[in-house]
């Protein structure tokens, strides 16, 4: 048997691919509340919520109506951001001119009310959704066994992060919303709805969330609480990668998913907490992250 630092390459192998499928969620997570603060400098602790709510939309859609996963996949994330955006427009908005503790306050409350309800009406009690069938089993690299959902979440995450990196950095409707935050006053002389961008940039944000969340639904099971359980370590891998940094959150997600199933290899005991040791040592050399911008 082929080993590697002692280690079986099919062990290595294995905490390798949940590493980076972990990292995937990270990223996906983190890239959501990257934009959000980034652009609208706003703490959104409700994140977690709107993850959770993408996975239980899945499974309720399709308890209910029948919704396909193929489905799911559009709809869940859009009906979580249209919620995102009547939360920027009647909640958010009103504190906009505060200081960022109000907007952290405001949505770690909403978390809880959302947690709460929906804890009321399914209980904590997982539930499952079953493997999409064009998903089904897997394919075996010599070293691995390759199961093609898995690798399915790990293209998608992707191919969506960079996409929105690519849309924020490089094109004209990122160019508006950077300038849009930046200086909403000059914006709206030159006619650009400055109110709709920041309530559609939110809406976006947590459409990524949701979208985590039906990759999810299939692979992690679906309880009100399990936005709370990822919260904490997303929010850890923001502040490594730069508060408010498009790249830095997608490179550092998927980093820390990577070291994270590493260290489930050769140190057990710290697998839960390596993340958080990171980040002290990342604060400690630099402040404002990774890929953050020195004030």
């Known amino acids: 048997m082929s080993m590697i ?4 390459v099919a062990v290595l192998s294995g ?11 990270y990223a996906l997570l983190s890239l959501g509340l990257a934009v959000i603060f980034g652009l609208l400098k706003i703490i959104n602790f409700s994140h977690g919520a709107f993850y959770m709510l993408g996975a239980l939309l899945t499974v309720v859609l399709f308890n209910t109506l029948g919704v396909n996963y193929w489905m799911a996949l559009f709809l869940a994330p ?3 951001g249209i919620v995102g955006v009547l939360v920027e427009y ?13 907007s952290l306050l405001l949505t770690f409350g909403l978390a809880l009310v959302i947690q709460g309800v929906l804890t009321n009406i399914y209980g904590v009690s997982g539930m499952r959704y079953a493997i999409p069938e064009v998903f089904r089993g897997g394919v075996n690299l010599g070293f691995m066994f390759l199961p093609y959902y898995r690798a399915w979440v790990i293209v998608a995450a992707l191919v969506v992060c960079f996409g929105t990196w690519f849309m924020i950095e490089k094109t004209k409707l990122g160019s508006y919303l950077r300038a849009g935050t930046e200086n909403s006053k000059l914006m709206q002389a030159f006619g650009i709805n400055v109110p709709l961008l920041v ?15 039906v990759l999810a ?9 399990m936005g709370a359980n990822i919260l904490i370590i997303v929010f850890a891998v923001v502040v490594i990668g730069g508060m408010g940094s498009i790249i830095g959150a997608i490179v550092t997600g998927l980093a820390m998913g990577v070291i994270e199933g590493l260290t489930k290899v050769f140190y057990p005991e710290a697998a ?4 958080f040791l990171v980040m002290v040592l990342v604060l400690l050399v630099k402040p404002a992250g990774l890929f953050g911008k020195e004030a």
């Open 272 to 275: 839960s907490t390596v993340i």
């Open 5 to 8: 630092f002692g280690v079986p």
């Open 199 to 213: 309530s559609l940039t939110y809406g976006f944000g947590v459409m990524l969330a949701a979208f985590a969340g």
């Open 217 to 225: 639904a299939p692979i992690y099971s679906v309880t009100p609480v």
């Open 15 to 25: 905490q390798l691919l949940l590493g980076l499928i972990n990292g995937a969620f």
């Open 78 to 80: 859009l009906i979580v």
């Open 90 to 102: 009647f909640l958010l908005r009103k504190i906009a001119n505060e200081d960022h503790i109000y």
